[in-house]
Nanobody
Framework: QVQLVESGGGLVQAGDSLRLSCAASGSIFSINTMGWYRQAPGKQRELVASDTSGGKINYAESVKGRFTISRDDAKNTLYLQMSSLKPEDTAVYYC???????????????WGQGTQVTVSS
């Protein structure tokens, strides 16, 4: 079983910055992809950014140039540096991790509990 713990959300004003963190722990043999998703009230969950082992990084068009995703593989930790925040960035941000379990040697996909980001205008 793999657990993801997110932190770093909060209430900020438009134009401010925040950094989210996601620490993965548990039965991890290897991690392939980690990513951040968000879900605003009344909307579907959407991909914000993802980082795949091997260096492939994807960003949603709406956050390109403002958000930066990074990973510390030694700590199994994912980060999302968010700058120039806008009210439309308000959402619950979820961490996702996909890899291979050290217990079963099968693929796993886990979600964090989510962290609220609120941007006031």
């Amino acid at each position: 079983q793999v657990q993801l713990v997110e932190s770093g959300g909060g209430l900020v004003q438009a134009g401010d910055s925040l950094r989210l963190s996601c620490a993965a722990s548990g039965s991890i043999f290897s991690i392939n992809t980690m990513g951040w998703y968000r879900q605003a009230p009344g909307k579907q969950r959407e991909l914000v950014a993802s980082d795949t082992s091997g260096g492939k990084i994807n960003y949603a068009e709406s956050v390109k140039g403002r958000f930066t995703i990074s990973r510390d593989d030694a700590k199994n930790t994912l980060y999302l540096q968010m700058s120039s925040l806008k009210p439309e960035d308000t959402a619950v941000y979820y961490c996702n991790c996909q890899g291979v379990s050290s217990r079963t040697y099968r693929a796993f996909a886990s979600w964090g509990q989510g962290t609220q980001v609120t941007v006031s205008s």
